[in-house]
């Protein structure tokens, strides 16, 4: 992100944020397309799941648009596979759908997704999701350089410079966001953290998206990190409040 590439003439110019639309309706890819370049993106587009996923670890976009109505594979299972391969499990992904229930749009969360907009949508709306996704994923990626600390809760212990979790020397693979919500818990152990500060720390003070996405994250950690997930002792949940990591 942000990188610079070198001109011609030896100077440097930024380098232009790269997108993966994914949809198979030609018509939203070209609304989007045209929007987003005219806004200073590299977009590239595929119609379907496989596809997408091929495209995805050959471009290494900063982030993809995902349609979850897709042929062949759908949006879903996409997003799936993309957080299950490491070279794709850390870009960001906003999922479209034409779909307004709550059970949908959880449904894309659980599989992956990182933000979710329902169709029709505005490309102001677009382009802001979008641009919180990009800054989001550039803090995330800040909080991993060298020098970092060792935070060590109960025998879970995070290597901020190698971004690297273990518990009881034991490695656990996470996702960007699951780390950046991980890292925000073991920074404060033991102290009650309320829902609108996870969200203004770990998915930016202009998200937009749905509110229980915490809910859905946190189960993520406890799978990972809990003898018993529907027992949690390491991350628990303080009604009314929020959620507390204890030691």
């Not at 590239?44 to 995805?56: P, R």
């Not at 999922?95 to 490309?123: I, N, Q, W």
């Not at 809990?226 to 030691?247: C, F, H, N, W």
């Amino acid at each position: 992100m942000n990188q610079q590439e070198p001109r011609k003439d030896g100077s440097s110019a930024e380098r232009k944020p790269r997108l993966l639309v994914v949809d198979d309706e030609q018509a939203i890819i070209d609304f989007i397309k045209l929007g987003m370049r005219y806004e200073g993106f590299q977009v590239d587009q595929a119609g379907d799941g496989y596809i997408a996923i091929d495209m995805a670890q050959r471009l290494q976009p900063d982030a993809i648009i995902l349609d979850v109505m897709l042929p062949t594979m759908d949006g879903l299972e996409a997003c799936r596979r993309l957080r299950e391969n490491e070279a794709t499990a850390n870009i960001p992904i906003l999922m479209l759908t034409a779909k307004d229930e709550v059970r949908d749009r959880v449904t894309g969360l659980e599989a992956g997704a990182d933000d979710y907009l329902t169709k029709p949508f505005s490309f102001e709306e677009l382009l802001a999701r979008v641009r919180a996704l990009l800054r989001r994923q550039q803090r995330i990626v800040a909080a991993g350089g060298p020098g970092g600390r060792t935070l060590h809760v109960a025998d879970v212990s995070l290597d901020e410079a190698a971004r690297e979790v273990t518990r009881g020397g034991r490695i656990i693979e996470f996702t960007a966001t699951e780390y950046n919500l991980l890292h925000l818990f073991m920074a404060h152990p033991r102290q009650v953290l309320d829902r609108q500060t996870i969200l203004n720390r770990v998915w930016g003070y202009d998200f937009m998206g749905e509110t229980n996405i915490i809910e859905v994250y946190v189960r993520y950690l406890r799978e990972k990190l809990e003898d018993d997930p529907s027992a949690p002792k390491l991350i628990q949940t303080v009604r009314g409040v929020g959620y507390v990591m204890k030691g």
